[in-house]
């Protein structure tokens, strides 16, 4: 058993060993508009997870640049208050990795895809046409992470969904149930891996008080 002090690594290192261990990840595949240029940017984020169904809240960390400048995602969202967050399903998984280009902020990152986008409902920013699943989000706090050495290395953005958009294909609007295996949806491993949807399975909850994961 190999026992490692994060104390005593490269930074380099330890994201090597929390990509390769906390695996899969759902991604975050986030739209958000400048407010400086009104441009449409798309990107997708691997440190996002649901953090709170009442309210129904999710997390996403972006990083920062080596400069230590914000990401378009991350600048856009805190200036604009406002996102869309999108499931990827297997269909769409080369269209999604297009746009984790680094392009200038005056430039979206659908234009290098063959996506097209929506008008949202409740938010000011466009969702992806072709996503199963669309999020529509305001921001709710917005947390920056810093590093022993007082740099700023993330920005961790907690977001509210005020409207579930899901294709009617996935859903079971009877019992209300998103159905996984049409969905497909991917998720993030280390390096340049991601995985598909595997075999499901089922296991009955602990009934004793306590019991559960």
């Not at 200038?104 to 969702?127: C, F, H, K, Q």
């Not at 920056?144 to 294709?167: C, N, S, V, Y």
Request: hydrophobic share 40%; charged share 25%.
């Amino acid at each position: 058993m190999y026992t490692l002090n994060p104390e005593q690594l490269e930074s380099k290192q330890i994201y090597k060993l929390m990509t390769g261990t906390i695996t899969p990840r759902p991604v975050a595949w986030v739209t958000s508009r400048s407010t400086e240029s009104g441009v449409v940017n798309a990107a997708p984020f691997s440190y996002f997870n649901m953090i709170s169904s009442e309210p129904p809240l999710v997390a996403i960390s972006v990083v920062r640049r080596p400069s230590g400048e914000m990401k378009d995602t991350a600048r856009n969202v805190t200036e604009q208050g406002e996102l869309v967050v999108h499931i990827c399903d297997e269909s769409l998984v080369e269209e999604m990795n297009k746009t984790a280009a680094v392009l200038p902020p005056g430039e979206s990152e659908i234009d290098l895809t063959r996506l097209s986008l929506i008008d949202s409902e409740a938010v000011g920013v466009p969702g992806i046409a072709e996503a199963k699943v669309r999020l529509e989000c305001r921001l709710e706090s917005h947390v920056p992470i810093k590093a022993d050495d007082g740099r700023i290395t993330h920005d961790l953005l907690i977001a509210r969904i005020i409207r579930f958009q899901l294709e009617e294909s996935i859903y079971d609007a009877e019992h209300g149930y998103v159905l996984t295996q049409q969905l497909r949806p991917i998720a993030r491993l280390a390096g340049s891996e991601y995985a598909e949807l595997g075999r499901l399975f089922q296991i009955a909850r602990p009934t004793q008080p306590g019991g559960g994961v």
